[in-house]
Structures are given as structure tokens and as C-alpha cells.
């Protein structure tokens, strides 16, 4: 059972390139998240989908766009590199409503932006 | 705003020792709370999740209490051994997804 799977592991970008960070999970479940990963700033949130076709705006959405159009997948996309997007991003998932089961959480990816 | 806080930043014990670690946050009205625990570079391994109608979870040397009216929950490790040497993560839920405290770095010395 994969769980949560996110790809690439680790990418290096030039300022001002675009990629795609693409996660999967395989437990059926409705919500997901994308976080990111600073040191002293803790997790923060950026956009999450309550659904197949949703999406949200959390805390740091400035700079990503993401696209949950099947419901095992969800997206974040870079259109265009900052170093200030130097981060690990992880990707998470919920049941959703009562939520039972708590969180699962991908391994992370790890973008350089030079 | 829902703002979670975890007390100490890092702990240093000596190999065998019991150990809490605490977390508290502003608004009360939670839905879940959840510690995780988070390896150098390494992602998110859930430990103990606990429902605002639960008080405590217990899974193995760990047991995790809520205290939802004082807005505060504590992480019980007995008996420390240098495997749990890690980042520990509160985190809690209401109407919005997963606000995380900042972490408490845990490092026990054999």
C-alpha cells in the first residue's frame, strides 16, 4: 500500500522557470493538502481540494496554481521560479468530513530555486 | 487565527528517561489534534491522532493527552531510547486544515 506518493523527490530550478509537482494517493481519500516546509517557519499551507474538480487557498498561495481534476491526484505547479519557493513542499490527505483517520503525509519533495 | 505552540524547542535527556513534550493552541473548538513525528530529512509519520470527544491515546511508550478547555495537549514518552531522537509535530483541525506548532527537536543521548 503506497499511500502518499510525490514526485520528483528533489528538483533544482533556474529563477523564473515553471515544473510540476505531482501528488498521488492510492487510499481513496477526498481531501488534499500542499504544505511547504521552512526552517523557524514551520509547515505552512498552501492550497488544498475538498474534492475531485475543487480547490482552496490556505495560508501562502501567492506564486502556485494546482488542478485536482482526478481525485487520487493533486498538482502544484511553479509558473514562474522565485528563490523564495526554496522549500520542501509536502503533499497530504484526509478522508475528509469526521475525519477518522488523521493525516497522511507524502516524503517530500525538495526544490532548490537558484 | 488558530496558533499552535510547542514548548521546548529542543530537549536533550539522557537514554531511559520519561519525557513530555507539550503543545498548546488558541481556539479550543478543535476538531483533531495529531502528533507526527519527522526524521531529518524525512516527511511526516503520524503517531497518535485524538478526537475532541477522546481525551488521551496511547500507542506502544507513547501516550498522547487533550485537554481542549485549556486549550493544551501533551506527548508521553517512557522510557527514552536514542531510536526516538527526532522532531515531534503538533498539529490541530477545526473547520480548516492542519495548523502545525513549530516542532520540539528531541535528542536522547545512549
Known amino acids: 500500500n503506497a499511500g502518499v506518493t510525490q514526485t520528483p523527490k528533489f528538483r533544482v530550478l533556474k529563477t523564473g522557470q515553471s515544473m510540476t509537482l505531482l501528488c498521488a494517493q492510492d487510499m481513496n481519500h477526498e481531501y488534499m493538502y500542499w504544505y511547504r516546509q521552512d526552517p523557524g517557519m514551520g509547515l505552512r499551507l498552501i492550497h488544498y481540494s475538498v474534492g475531485e474538480g475543487t480547490t482552496a487557498k490556505g495560508e501562502v498561495p501567492d506564486g502556485y496554481n494546482v488542478s485536482r481534476l482526478k481525485k487520487q491526484n493533486f498538482l502544484l505547479g511553479l509558473e514562474s521560479a522565485a528563490p523564495s519557493q526554496t522549500s520542501v513542499y509536502f503533499c497530504?490527505?484526509?478522508?475528509?468530513?469526521?475525519?477518522?483517520?488523521?493525516?497522511?503525509f507524502g516524503s517530500g519533495t525538495r526544490l532548490t530555486v537558484v | 487565527k488558530q496558533e499552535v505552540t510547542q514548548i521546548p524547542a529542543a530537549l536533550s535527556v539522557p537514554e531511559g528517561e520519561n519525557l513530555v513534550l507539550n503543545c498548546s493552541f488558541t481556539d479550543s473548538a478543535i476538531y483533531n489534534l495529531q502528533w507526527f513525528r519527522q526524521d531529518p530529512g524525512k516527511g511526516l509519520t503520524s503517531l497518535l491522532l485524538?478526537?475532541?470527544?477522546?481525551r488521551e491515546q496511547t500507542s506502544g511508550r507513547l501516550n498522547a493527552s487533550l485537554d481542549k478547555s485549556s486549550g493544551r495537549s501533551t506527548l508521553y514518552i517512557a522510557a527514552s531510547q536514542p531510536g526516538d531522537s527526532a522532531t515531534y509535530l503538533c498539529?490541530?483541525?477545526?473547520?480548516?486544515?492542519?495548523?502545525f506548532g513549530k516542532g520540539t527537536r528531541l535528542s536522547v543521548i545512549a
Open positions: 497530504a490527505s484526509t478522508e475528509g468530513g469526521v475525519d477518522l483517520s488523521g493525516y497522511t
Open positions: 485524538i478526537q475532541s470527544s477522546q
Open positions: 498539529a490541530v483541525e477545526r473547520n480548516t486544515p492542519l495548523v
